[in-house]
Structures are given as structure tokens and as C-alpha cells.
């Protein structure tokens, strides 16, 4: 088996554990650096150790999906328990239902802003059509 994989591998590791550390714009470049790094390694790696790799890739997506399933489902289940409705508040599918404003956590209910917006006197030309202005009336 051809170990040549190794050398961008552990080039990468190095970059990487400089990405950590570093503070400054050159830990950027190191973490790039790392990146290019893992996939040039991944390329040039044997193929028994792509094919590993793809079967744990697979299998913990794969476990990730199972509870993230599980969480959605308990979640459905803990609302409806917790808050049954008759059929008759259930809205239409044709009525639009506002969403709730929020912003940094906090609730709000936007304000109607309503302008009264007047023609002004003519300005001038722009491009050959009349450049106006407009007053905002409160």
C-alpha cells in the first residue's frame, strides 16, 4: 500500500493545529492550506482507505438522520399532547396566517406606516423625462 497520502495528511494536521493557535491573518491561510491538504490526501489515498471512509461517512450520516427523526418526532408529539384543537381552530388553507415578528428574541408588532405622498414641482429633465420632486405629508 502506498503511503504517499501520509505526507499531505500531516501537512495538513500541521496547518490545521496552526489554524487553531493562530490569531493573526496567517492562520487563514493555514486553515485553507489544511483544507487543500485533506483533499489532495483524500485523492491520492488507496482506495481501501476511500472506500472506509465513504461506509463511515454513510453510517453516521445515516445515525445523525435517525435522531434528528427522533427529536422531530417527539417534538410533534410533546405539541399535540400538550395543546389538542378542535377541528374548528384549525385555519383554512386559503386564509393567510401571520408569522410573528421577532427580532433578537424579543416580539413585536410591526407599526403601519401610511404617507401621504404629493406631487412637487418640476425639477428638471433627466434623460428626457421630467425629474420631479415629492413632498411626504404626515
Keep these: ?13 500541521v496547518s490545521g493545529y496552526i489554524f487553531k493557535k493562530s490569531t493573526d491573518e496567517i492562520g487563514y491561510l493555514a486553515g485553507v492550506a489544511a483544507i487543500i491538504s485533506f483533499i489532495i490526501s483524500l485523492v491520492i489515498a ?7 471512509l465513504l461506509i463511515v461517512v454513510l453510517v453516521s450520516t445515516h445515525q445523525l438522520l435517525q435522531q434528528n ?3 422531530i418526532k417527539s417534538q410533534r408529539d410533546r405539541t ?4 389538542p384543537r378542535a377541528m374548528s381552530d384549525i385555519p383554512p388553507e386559503d386564509v393567510a396566517v401571520e408569522a410573528p415578528c ?3 428574541g424579543a416580539n ?3 407599526q403601519d406606516t401610511v404617507s401621504n405622498i404629493s ?14 420632486s415629492y413632498q411626504i405629508n404626515s
Design 1 to 13: 500500500m502506498a503511503f504517499a497520502f501520509l505526507i499531505p495528511l500531516l501537512a495538513g494536521l
Design 46 to 52: 488507496p482506495w481501501e482507505i476511500q472506500l472506509f
Design 69 to 71: 427523526e427522533y427529536i
Design 80 to 83: 399535540l399532547v400538550a395543546e
Design 102 to 104: 421577532k427580532y433578537r
Design 108 to 110: 413585536y408588532e410591526p
Design 119 to 132: 406631487k412637487g414641482e418640476l425639477v428638471g429633465k433627466y434623460r428626457g423625462s421630467p425629474w420631479r
